[in-house]
């Protein structure tokens, strides 16, 4: 299969379970094969975790889900040395981290020591552990799910943790007809149950080494750091995007360019992502947030005062 056919292929199997939510599973799917982590932000109910594992049952390889709660420990994601009385030895048990693709549902629910047991992995693919360092693999894919309503027992992701999430994004309701269709199929079964394997590994690698050789003009990269550096010097913002999010919007946009058929990148595909990539980075000073102001809204000002490069 070429690389165009491995995406359309894992975006309909996707759609299969996920009906109503094409925007949301390319987002998705432009952050996995980029290289990038993805927290999924919605009110309960509108099938964050379906989505999730949608992803995961379409592709042949490893699966683990843990769900933070406030007395999760950091040793139940990354894993415990257990001594072997019959080796007279400390032996290393693997945590759900040292998987392909991880699911962490309600992130928010953990304490931040907790939390901060992600840092690292997301950051540089490795695990520190009692001194000892642990390679992820290479196909390491972080999801993580919060309730932005609900901050009853929740505790809010740091700036670093934040910043280490490639994108930021909700998947909303979908329509009247499209909920209906939903009542429809999952009245005796759950399409998830059915759902199968429709790529592996080798596939996914495939299209990620694609991804990297898109091309990126001077001009585009100028338009992203233009974009980024305007959060940093924009009213209203304590802290702007960092330049990990240049390199997240960049990569993503060659996603995104690679699943139109084209081999370089466009204005179109850094303004599709400019939103789910900036906006859960930027800090915004209380007036702003008293005055009713949001990040989204900052980005779309930002976007329409910058000039697009022809």
């Known amino acids: 299969m070429s690389d165009i056919e491995i995406y359309q292929k894992l975006f309909a199997n996707i759609e299969t379970v996920i009906q109503g939510q094409s925007s949301a599973i390319r987002k998705l799917l432009a952050a996995f094969f980029s290289d990038g982590h993805v927290l999924l932000e919605d009110v309960p109910g509108t099938g964050k975790t379906t989505l999730a594992k949608a992803l995961a049952?379409?592709?042949?390889?490893?699966?683990?889900?843990?769900?933070?709660?406030?007395?999760?420990?950091?040793?139940?994601?990354?894993?415990?040395?257990?001594?072997?009385?019959?080796?007279?030895?400390?032996?290393?048990?693997?945590?759900?981290?040292f998987s392909n693709i991880l699911l962490a549902d309600e992130i928010n629910r953990a304490s931040p020591r907790t939390q901060s047991a992600l840092l690292e992995a997301m950051g540089e693919r490795q695990v520190s552990i009692e001194r000892s360092n642990y390679q992820l693999d290479d196909l390491f894919?972080?999801?993580?799910?919060?309730?932005?309503?609900?901050?009853?027992?929740?505790?809010?992701?740091?700036?670093?943790?934040?910043?280490?999430?490639?994108?930021?994004?909700?998947?909303?309701?979908?329509?009247?007809?499209?909920?209906?269709?939903?009542?429809?199929?999952?009245?005796?079964?759950?399409?998830?149950?059915?759902?199968?394997?429709?790529?592996?590994?080798?596939?996914?690698?495939?299209?990620?080494?694609?991804?990297?050789?898109?091309?990126?003009?001077?001009?585009?990269?100028?338009?992203?750091?233009?974009?980024?550096?305007?959060?940093?010097?924009?009213?209203?913002?304590?802290?702007?995007?960092?330049?990990?999010?240049?390199?997240?919007?960049?990569?993503a946009a060659q996603a995104l360019a690679l699943f139109d058929g084209m081999d370089y990148v466009s204005p179109d595909h850094v303004q599709e992502i400019a939103i789910p990539v900036i906006s859960h980075r930027l800090m915004m000073n209380s007036q702003s947030r008293f005055s009713g102001n949001s990040s989204d809204q900052i980005i779309e000002e930002i976007l329409s005062k910058t000039p697009v490069p022809i």
Do not use: W
């Open 57 to 97: 049952k379409s592709i042949d390889v490893e699966f683990q889900r843990i769900q933070f709660t406030p007395d999760l420990l950091p040793t139940d994601i990354l894993g415990v040395s257990i001594f072997n009385q019959r080796d007279q030895d400390f032996e290393f048990h693997p945590g759900p981290i």
């Open 141 to 251: 894919f972080v999801i993580a799910t919060q309730n932005p309503v609900e901050y009853h027992g929740t505790y809010p992701l740091p700036e670093a943790q934040m910043d280490r999430f490639a994108m930021r994004f909700s998947l909303g309701y979908v329509s009247q007809d499209e909920e209906v269709s939903i009542l429809e199929k999952q009245n005796s079964q759950h399409p998830l149950e059915l759902l199968k394997p429709c790529i592996n590994k080798e596939d996914v690698i495939h299209v990620k080494q694609q991804v990297t050789n898109i091309s990126v003009s001077d001009e585009i990269k100028h338009y992203m750091v233009t974009l980024i550096r305007a959060t940093r010097e924009t009213d209203g913002i304590l802290n702007g995007a960092s330049p990990r999010a240049s390199l997240s919007m960049m990569k």
